[in-house]
């Protein structure tokens, strides 16, 4: 993986990026701040493919929306090849950005055939005529591996997997750059998860596709990609290579996500996690580091104040245990 | 490239959509009557002209209140004649004109008042749908018939304003319902993906929410029509609907009424085609949602 360098204008970066939702408690309750994503830095150079990993509720999704233009950050910034994108120019930022989702019965629209769902982009961009469009159809259905009679048929008659083809289809067929994965195989059976993931590894390869995958099952996460970002509670507080995060990974939450996966060994139970089942509520953080309440190595000074990223080899760690300067106020 | 030999592939099967609505709406027999009996009704309100037997406003005072046929009249006359020797049947047909239009203009306009309303609260959310659901909540706290009897009382009853008055009035339903549909809809993905490629939101609301929501409101519309139907028999019947001499059922129910006793079929032969065409409007609107919910479908 390491002979994959980082080109010099990274394809996707975010800048400080933050959303914070006004939620109003009950009926009278005053309206109180929720940090969906809280200042998140992150760069995708081309071709890379960045796991990002975390719990229900972290802000995953949040994100996604940010990345598709559907959520406006409430601060910071998103660059596309160092330009910013605004609000203003939607239609140029879904030529080069494009989401496939996590739930394809959800996805296609149940009255429209699959021609009309995967020639919608081009029909909404206004590229080629009625002739062309057909084509263009025919041609990504091969790409994905469909045949091309599944034109004239609804999403009603096909199974998860077909479905995840043609909403791949739809993403693709702009050719756009960067392909936002939101959880794309966790609502199919696991014989057809391997079939996508192994289209998605082809599709990346053949296009030069960069993807953000987001996804919380991490043996998927270590099979596709090439840099992993840990989320917790709207905040980045890991990122490195895949092998390195996978091997040696040292923030206690990233470890704690990598002890929970169930191994298939029979007998060897649950694996403890020291996790709890509480998540945080994240209208009132903990103070300091969120994570602490719920940390193994957590200390007094934890609890006080928030840690900040620490370059660790390839990556960054948000953690007191690895940042030499706090150090000395833990003993 | 991958995986076209794979036989899951090469497998798809199952009827289109269509011919599954096709199977489903001729299986469903409360549907088809409704359907029959609306239809019929159109038809002859469409064709009252040339079906009916004589001018339902031409007077006969010879030939007044003459039973119908089965009452031992004569086919001159098959549903008899009314206090001022009008062909009751000619009446009746022309009659079907006068409730079909009102109950499908004024279903039309509160249609598309209501279901703006609904899906713009629905769709956009927040301010929009703060002032809709007030603009509701005033309207469900107006009594319609009390609404209606003080317009009508100011503006005198015609056609028109009758039309106008129960337009302007049944459209809550619309945008409840709506509403609410376009909510669960809007949360789908397919309408963050038409987001995401950059669709105008008029064509998301056209193109990916309208479909999706347009058997709900097929559904309201026979309800709303049936309302509209039955309110105007209930003005005309107050006096304060269609005016004399323009056949209406609730008009010919009101005008029968004093010679009810007597003569009870002048009241009872609106009042039954009445309740036919309510009930058939009623079991159409029943069997369209059987046929068109989801969670009909296999």
Redesign the interface.
């Known amino acids: 993986m390491n002979a994959m360098s980082k080109p010099d204008t990274p394809v996707l970066e975010l800048r400080g990026v933050s959303k914070v939702y006004s939620v109003k408690q009950g009926l009278m309750g005053a309206r109180k701040p929720l940090r969906a994503v809280n200042d998140v830095n992150l760069t995708l150079g081309r071709s890379e493919v960045l796991g990002l990993v975390g719990e229900s509720g972290c802000g995953k999704s949040t994100l996604a929306k940010i990345l598709l233009g559907l959520e406006a950050p409430t601060s910071g910034e998103v660059l596309v090849d160092g330009e910013a994108i605004g609000s203003h120019d939607r239609l140029k930022l879904a030529r080069r950005i494009q989401p496939i989702f996590q739930d394809p019965y959800s996805s296609l629209n149940p009255r429209k055939s699959i021609a009309e769902i995967i020639s919608l982009p081009l029909r909404v961009h206004g590229i080629g005529d009625h002739a062309s469009q057909t084509k263009a159809v025919r041609e990504i259905l091969d790409v994905v591996g469909l045949p091309a009679r599944v034109m004239n048929t609804y999403p009603s008659q096909m199974s998860g997997g077909q479905r995840q083809r043609v909403a791949i289809a739809r993403a693709l067929i702009m050719k756009p750059e960067i392909v936002i994965c939101d959880e794309p195989t966790s609502a199919l059976d696991v014989s057809v998860q391997s079939q996508i993931l192994n289209l998605l590894g082809e599709l990346r390869r053949e296009f030069g596709l960069t993807y953000l995958f987001i996804s919380h099952n991490l043996a998927v996460v270590e099979h596709l990609a090439t840099r992993v970002a840990v989320m917790y509670l709207g905040r980045i507080v890991e990122e490195a290579e895949t092998g390195a995060l996978f091997d040696a990974s040292r923030h206690p939450y990233s470890r704690a996500l990598l002890d929970s996966v169930l191994t298939p060994e029979p007998g060897l139970g649950v694996p403890d996690t020291h996790l709890g089942a509480a998540y945080p509520n994240p209208i009132n953080p903990p103070p300091g580091c969120a994570f602490h309440p719920r940390c193994a190595s957590a200390t007094a000074f934890c609890a006080a104040r928030a840690p900040r990223p620490v370059a660790s080899g390839d990556g960054l760690v948000e953690c007191h245990l690895y940042d030499p300067e706090t150090e000395m106020f833990q003993r | 490239?991958?995986?076209?030999s794979?036989p899951?592939?090469?497998e798809?099967?199952?009827p289109?959509?269509g011919q599954l609505l096709r199977k489903r709406v001729f299986g469903h027999q409360g549907l088809i009557f409704g359907l029959a009996v609306v239809a019929i009704l159109a038809v002859v309100a469409i064709l009252a002209p040339v079906i009916a037997p004589h001018d339902p406003y031409a007077q006969s005072l010879v030939a007044r209140m003459k039973p119908p046929v089965f009452l031992g009249g004569t086919w001159e006359n098959p549903l008899g004649t009314d206090h001022l020797g009008r062909d009751y049947l000619s009446r009746l047909i022309y009659g079907a004109r006068v409730s079909l239009m009102i109950g499908g203009i004024a279903a039309l306009i509160s249609g598309v008042i209501g279901t703006a309303m609904g899906v713009a609260a629905g769709y956009f959310g927040g301010k929009v749908d703060a002032v809709v659901t007030f603009l509701i909540n005033v309207r469900l706290a107006m009594p319609v018939v009390l609404v209606a009897l003080a317009v009508v009382a100011i503006l005198g009853g015609s056609l028109t304003v009758v039309i106008a008055v129960l337009g302007l009035l049944l459209w809550d339903r619309f945008a409840v319902v709506m509403r609410a549909s376009t909510l669960q809809v809007r949360g789908?993905?397919?309408v963050?993906?038409?987001?995401?490629?950059?669709?105008?939101t008029p064509?998301i609301l056209l193109s990916?929410i309208m479909?999706?929501i347009v058997n709900n409101l097929i559904v309201v519309v026979t309800l709303e029509m049936a309302h509209a139907i039955l309110l105007e028999a209930a003005l005309s019947f107050l006096g304060l609907g269609v005016q004399p001499p323009t056949p209406s059922w609730g008009l010919m129910v009101s005008e029968g009424k004093n010679m009810m006793l007597f003569e009870p079929w002048l009241v009872l032969i609106p009042g039954a085609v009445l309740f036919v065409l309510v009930l058939a409007i009623n079991l159409m609107g029943d069997g369209l949602r059987d046929v068109t919910a989801p969670e009909n479908?296999s």
């Open positions: 490239m991958s995986d076209l794979d899951l592939l090469q798809i099967t199952g289109t959509p789908r993905e397919y963050a993906a038409a987001q995401a490629i950059g669709a105008s064509r990916e479909p999706n479908r």
